[in-house]
C-alpha cells in the first residue's frame, strides 16, 4: 500500500495571503514606531533634525550667578536656611590662621569632620603626621561639655595622652581662632551675616558678586562675593571673600583681611556628605576615650 506524498508544511503566512499578511503586520508595526519616535522625540516631517538642548555647567554657573548678583545678602540668608535644615554631615575642613605671639600664618591643615545638630556635636580627625592631634571630639551635654584632644605627640616630654579641656582653651590660649562649639557651615553663614544684621554697620557694608572662581586648594568652581567696610570698632576684618560652590550651592570658603590687607584666616568646606546615620557612636575617640571620667587636664 503506497502511501500519498505529505503536502509541505504551510505557514500560516505563506503564499500571496501570507505575504500580505506580513507586509500588512510591518505597516502596521512601522507606522508604531513612527507614532513612538514623534511622542518620545518630538520629530517632525521625513527628514528633520531632531535637536536636544542641554544646559552647559557654564550656562548654569552664569544663570545662578545673576541670581546672586541681584541679591546677595539674600542668598546669604537662604544659604543660612538651608545649612541649618542640615541635622547630621560629613565633610572635608580646610583651615589656615595666624596664630602665635607673633601672629604667622600656618601650614593648611586638612580636617576630616563630622557635624550633628542636635545634640549639637563634632568630630575633627587629622591625618597628617604633622599635626599634634589625631582626633578631637566635642558633643554638647557629655564630658561635663569638655572638649576631648587624644594626642599624636605629648608635650614636653611626656607620652601621648586624652586631654580633657575647657572647650574655648584653644581660642583662649591662640591656639585657634574660633572654639570647636562654633563649627559648621550654618554657623560660618550667619557670622558672615552679622554685619548686615547690625543697623550700625549695615549702611557702610557693601558686597559685591564676582563672578565664577576656581577655588584652591580643592580646584572647583565656586560663586565669589566679597564683602567689605571702613575699620570699625568691634569689627576686625574690614574683607571678607565668601564662596558657596558652584555645583552643590553649598558654603565652599571664607576668607578674612585685616585692615592692612593681610590674610588672617582662611577656610574652605568641601565634599559634603549629609547622613542621618550618625549616633553618639560617631562622636567618641577611636582609641582612649574617657567615656566621662576625667583621667587628665
Known amino acids: 500500500m503506497r502511501s500519498e506524498p505529505s503536502a509541505p508544511n504551510r505557514s500560516p503566512h505563506s503564499g500571496p495571503a501570507g505575504l500580505w499578511h506580513r507586509a500588512a503586520t510591518g505597516q502596521v508595526l512601522t507606522a508604531a514606531a513612527i507614532a513612538i519616535m514623534t511622542i518620545l522625540g518630538g520629530c517632525?516631517?521625513?527628514?528633520?533634525?531632531?535637536?536636544?538642548?542641554?544646559?552647559?555647567?557654564?550656562?548654569?554657573?552664569?544663570?545662578?550667578?545673576?541670581?546672586?548678583?541681584?541679591?546677595?545678602?539674600?542668598?546669604?540668608?537662604?544659604?543660612?536656611?538651608?545649612?541649618?535644615?542640615?541635622?547630621?554631615?560629613?565633610?572635608?575642613?580646610?583651615?589656615?590662621e595666624r596664630l602665635g605671639v607673633v601672629p604667622q600664618l600656618t601650614d593648611m591643615e586638612i580636617i576630616r569632620a563630622r557635624f550633628r545638630k542636635t545634640p549639637f556635636s563634632v568630630k575633627f580627625e587629622w591625618d597628617d603626621e604633622r599635626m599634634p592631634f589625631f582626633e578631637s571630639v566635642y558633643v554638647a551635654g557629655q564630658n561635663d561639655g569638655k572638649l576631648l584632644i587624644r594626642e599624636r605627640h605629648g608635650l614636653l616630654f611626656m607620652p601621648p595622652q586624652v586631654r580633657i579641656l575647657d572647650a574655648d582653651l584653644p581660642t583662649r590660649i591662640g591656639k585657634a581662632k574660633n572654639p570647636i562649639t562654633s563649627f559648621g557651615l550654618a554657623q560660618v553663614t550667619s557670622r558672615s551675616l552679622d554685619?548686615?544684621?547690625?543697623?550700625?554697620?549695615?549702611?557702610?557694608?557693601?558686597?559685591?558678586?564676582?563672578?565664577?572662581?576656581?577655588?584652591?586648594?580643592?580646584?572647583?568652581?565656586?560663586?565669589?562675593?566679597?564683602?567689605?567696610?571702613?575699620?570699625?570698632?568691634?569689627?576686625?576684618?574690614?574683607?571678607?571673600?565668601?564662596?558657596?560652590?558652584?555645583?552643590?550651592?553649598?558654603?565652599?570658603?571664607?576668607?578674612?583681611?585685616?585692615k592692612d590687607g593681610t590674610l588672617d584666616a582662611r577656610y574652605r568646606y568641601t565634599d559634603v556628605r549629609e547622613r542621618t546615620d550618625f549616633t553618639d557612636a560617631d562622636f567618641r575617640l577611636d582609641k582612649d576615650h574617657p567615656d566621662g571620667k576625667r583621667n587628665t587636664r
Open 195 to 258: 554685619a548686615f544684621d547690625d543697623p550700625k554697620t549695615a549702611k557702610v557694608m557693601t558686597i559685591k558678586y564676582e563672578g565664577v572662581v576656581d577655588l584652591d586648594p580643592m580646584h572647583r568652581p565656586a560663586h565669589h562675593l566679597v564683602v567689605q567696610r571702613p575699620p570699625m570698632p568691634g569689627y576686625q576684618y574690614t574683607r571678607q571673600d565668601f564662596y558657596i560652590d558652584a555645583e552643590t550651592l553649598l558654603p565652599s570658603g571664607t576668607d578674612l583681611w585685616l
Open 44 to 96: 517632525g516631517a521625513p527628514g528633520a533634525k531632531i535637536e536636544s538642548r542641554v544646559e552647559t555647567p557654564q550656562e548654569q554657573y552664569a544663570r545662578e550667578g545673576q541670581r546672586i548678583a541681584a541679591d546677595p545678602v539674600a542668598c546669604l540668608r537662604r544659604l543660612k536656611t538651608r545649612c541649618d535644615a542640615m541635622e547630621q554631615y560629613q565633610l572635608t575642613f580646610y583651615r589656615q
